[in-house]
């Protein structure tokens, strides 16, 4: 399937095109916002789509904003990463990269604005007194003692909270609105507060930062943002959001529009966890191919039209839902179904002699890259008479509808011959070390010229020319659905012990001795693997398992048919 060009319609587009329709804008401005404090994850993805989409569609611009306000957990290295996955996903912000901190000045002034206004004031009741002051749900909160600081005294605090001659803790700013306001967002939120700490961007500029609520609607507004889209827990911020366009001499009003963010089935995608398993070592960093992250995603051999494809089928919709990870994996197969070139690799290799085969003898077998787009072309695969196979792919002893290789038994070697297995031979502990198998030359290419029919084909590699490679196959991070409510509070009481496997000595078609790292291939009736990036050796590649080629969940198609999400 290539990429739409044009995503399906929801409810955020019905909003953008009816307010170009009306004339309310000229042209969409959306962001896309994230906080450099992480990797980006599949949820991110979600986000990235719906803002970069807009943008696209309704030839709009979408800017890439840094909101960097909490410079205590944030790092460049995330903004790298960051820049790196949007356009990885195939996504341009071309010269508009911007941070909140580039705005610190004017959110200042603004700051200032409001107490001058009366509208903002200093206090300086401790953190805790605060929230004791703030009251609930259900009850309304306390005024703070100094709330009725005169606009003097609040002028000259706040200058000297930005002077610096205060400690962390002891003052901050806080806009003054109702204590009693049943939306607790508007009981006078703090608006900034003393961190001594150095910002990756400003430097010791600064030792107040303003608060994510202040900072992120000021600067969508700072830039012109028209529809400023977040997700569903903001919506409740929406009266504070609004709040400082109105109380502010803002040049632009944007609009806060809200989302169901993604939830995934088997994933956690908070990245207070996610940085978690990476601090703990659970995983070997964020680009861990087990990890829900972009770059865990693409190490895995996820195309970036994969993740586009897949945020696409999930929509857009007001509430929130789990989706099931079968459904990323089903995109991901249909991508990788038409663009990865398939291959011959054994897993847990047996070796088989065809001994009637010609020891000094070897041929080259034409074999099709791929099954149904002849533009894949073909390739020579050497065949000789030592062979490997699967392990898997014997049985002594085969169970009824066991119809591969078995003493006595005839199958098809893909892209070869017709093979029978004449002999078994095994070491001291009784364990198959080898087969002895016959072939029959008349059936090159794999048919019969009799016309008689063997019931199964397996794949296999020449012994002598195979290349090594380790494997690794992965499979979920957790073994609950939703790792976040099952561990009782612990996600990682439910990491799945077995979500990866490391295979040595893996045996693969020469072709693939110096494939391209990242490059993604189908070994036949095995799955998708990706050329790890970090880790081939000179010896040979490693190879990711990107996907298995059927679900392990049936019918998954029919369920996705049923329900309206694949035509
Ligand atoms: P997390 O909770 O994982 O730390 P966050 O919301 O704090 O995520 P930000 O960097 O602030 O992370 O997010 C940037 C943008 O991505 C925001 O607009 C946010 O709403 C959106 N986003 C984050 N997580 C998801 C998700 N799971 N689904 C959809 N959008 C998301
Ligand atoms: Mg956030």
Known sequence: MTAKTEAPSNFIREIVKTDLAAGKHTRVMTRFPPEPNGYLHIGHAKSICLNFGIARD?????????DDTNPT??????????KADVRWLGFDWEDREYYASNYFEQLYDFAVQLIRDGKAY???????????????????GKNSPFRERSVEENLDLFARMRAGEFEDGTHVLRAKIDMAAPNINLRDPTLYRIRRVSHHRTGDAWCIYP?????????????????????????NNRP??????????VASRPRQYEFARLNLSYTVMSKRKLLKLVQEGIVDGWDDPRMPTISGLRRRGFTPEAVRNFCERIGVAKRDSMVDIALLEYSLRDDLNDRAPRFMGVLNPLRVVIENYPEDQHEELEARNHPTDPGFGTRMVPFSRVLYIEQDDFREDPPKKFFRLAPGREVRLRYAYLI?????????????????????????????????????????????????????????????????????????????????TRLKGCRI???????????????????????????GTPEGPV?????????????????????????
Not at 73 to 82: D, F, L, R, S, T
Not at 122 to 140: F, K, N, P, Y
Not at 240 to 245: A, G, H
């Open 58 to 66: 309704f030839n709009g611009v979408c800017n890439l904003r840094f």
């Open 543 to 567: 190879f990711n398992r990107t996907v298995t080629l059927r679900d392990p969940w049936a019918k998954i198609d029919k369920q996705l048919k049923a329900k309206g999400i694949i035509g």
């Open 420 to 500: 029978t297995c004449t002999d078994v031979i095994k070491n001291d502990a009784g364990e198959v070390v080898e087969l002895r198998c016959t072939y029959d030359p008349a059936t090159r290419g794999g048919n019969a010229p009799d016309g008689r029919k063997v019931k199964s084909t397996i794949h296999w590699v020449a012994a002598a020319h195979a290349v090594d490679a380790d494997v690794r196959l992965y499979d979920r991070l957790f073994s609950e659905a939703d790792p976040e409510t099952a561990g009782d509070g612990d996600f990682k009481a439910c990491l799945n012990p077995k979500s990866l």
């Open 73 to 82: 957990k944030e790092e460049v290295e995330y903004v790298e990463a960051i």
């Open 240 to 249: 504070l959001y609004d709040w400082f366009l109105d109380n502010l001499p």
């Open 509 to 535: 078609e020469p072709a693939l001795a110096g494939v391209e790292p990242g490059a993604i291939v189908q070994f036949e009736r095995l799955g998708y693997f990706c050329a790890d990036s970090k880790d």
């Open 211 to 235: 608060m994510y609520d202040f900072a992120h609607g000021l600067s969508d507004s700072i830039e012109g943002v028209t529809h400023s889209i977040c997700t569903l827990e903001f919506e």
């Open 122 to 140: 200093v206090d300086s009741l401790s953190a805790d007194e605060i929230r004791a002051h703030r009251g609930t749900l259900t009850e309304a």
